[in-house]
């Protein structure tokens, strides 16, 4: 491997810039798989997003005085499960 030049490198990086800035997407970069531990870290990042969501679903559905009995079927559990996760949010 031979050595660059900074004269080199910064002509790369001014390159790679300019790639950047320009890049236009083209159809198929919508649909390009997501590396594993990407698709991974989005998973967990939209599990965390929707229960953030879920919560303030349940918080909001009991100050309309929604009973616990009605937030567990809506959610697919038992009234009391449901007072048990989501009472202290």
């Known amino acids: 491997m031979t050595k660059r030049s900074l004269a080199d490198l910064i002509a ?6 300019d790639a950047f800035e320009n890049y236009e997407p083209i159809e198929a970069d919508f649909h390009a798989p997501l590396p594993p531990l990407m698709a991974v870290k989005l998973a967990a990042f939209r ?4 229960e953030k969501e879920l919560a303030e679903a349940i918080t909001a559905a ?9 937030v567990g079927e809506a959610i697919g559990t038992t009234g009391e499960a449901a007072r048990q996760r989501y009472a202290a949010s």
């Open 12 to 17: 790369h990086a001014d390159e790679l810039a």
């Open 47 to 50: 599990r965390a997003a929707a």
């Open 62 to 70: 009991r100050q309309a005085h929604l009973s616990w009995r009605e």
